[in-house]
């Protein structure tokens, strides 16, 4: 039976679009996700759609990292200041956060080479996917958009490149904790009073702690959304491809092999 949505008569799907946004499967380095969970524990999980160990794995990082001082260790050793960094951290925090830590980049890796896996055979089963969603509050389709600006939306204010291709949770989850960095790190007054010419004023109403979270989420919500918007029309493409094919094209149509010039 071919069907025109994912009601699980196929053991695969390479996708499913619904009216939060449109889910799928396609190959992916193992290391750049395992790096993404290194650089921020959950970003991996959530470019693998992996939504609910990414929240998690996020919450706990931000919980943790701030109350075991790691940023602020960071810093002190950016300084040469060591001795400093050494005594900043809470070991009290610091013990549970390193397993975590390497539990998010190793499964990360695991879940990535085990998804390219699915991908494969999904492509080889080409079962028809739904291109079509609307519902009382969205309404989702495939079509083709700009990895350009999906990526520019995303460095004006991160979150917006996800919204711009319909990725719904992702995009709040990336708008709520960008805004609770910008708050808790006074970025926006440190630009406001740097404008100014206030420097030193500038300077000291940072919060160094929250300020380092803010370079990761905008680099993770810029390559989520420009690789999505890629795969996305990639996806488009194979879909329009099929459909053209199965309804316009003769079931008697062969392209016969040519015969090799010697």
Not at 168 to 196: K, P, R
Not at 229 to 235: A, D, I, Y
Request: charge should be positive; avoid cysteine; charged fraction near 15%.
């Amino acid at each position: 039976m071919d069907s025109y949505s994912n009601d699980n008569t196929a053991r695969r799907y390479r996708a499913h679009v619904s009216t939060w946004g449109t889910t799928q499967l396609h190959l992916r380095n193992p290391y750049v996700m395992a790096w993404w969970s290194a650089a921020f524990p959950g970003f991996g999980h959530l470019l693998l759609s992996k939504y609910i160990r990414g929240f998690m794995l996020f919450a706990w990082e931000v919980i943790v990292n701030m109350n075991a001082h790691v940023n602020t260790a960071m810093i002190y050793s950016f300084q040469g200041e060591i001795q400093q960094a050494k005594e900043v951290l809470d070991t009290r925090w610091l013990l549970i956060y390193i397993p975590v830590y390497l539990f998010a980049i190793w499964d990360t890796y695991r879940t990535t080479v085990d998804m390219n896996k699915v991908y494969i055979l999904a492509d080889m089963e080409d079962h028809r996917i739904n291109t079509f969603s609307m519902g009382a509050f969205e309404v989702n389709y495939l079509d083709k958009r700009s990895p350009f600006m999906a990526a520019l939306w995303s460095f004006l204010m991160p979150g917006l490149g996800q919204l711009y291709i319909h990725r719904i949770f992702t995009a709040f989850f990336i708008v709520v904790w960008g805004v609770t960095f910008f708050y808790f790190s006074q970025a926006l007054e440190a630009i406001s009073l740097l404008f100014l010419g206030e420097t030193s004023k500038a300077t000291s109403v940072i919060k160094p702690d929250w300020l380092l979270m803010l370079p990761s989420l905008y680099g993770f919500a810029i390559f989520d959304a420009y690789i999505n918007t890629v795969e996305n029309n990639k996806l488009y493409k194979k879909e329009q491809r099929r459909y053209l094919l199965k309804t316009y094209q003769s079931p008697s149509f062969i392209i016969k092999k040519g015969t090799k010039m010697s």
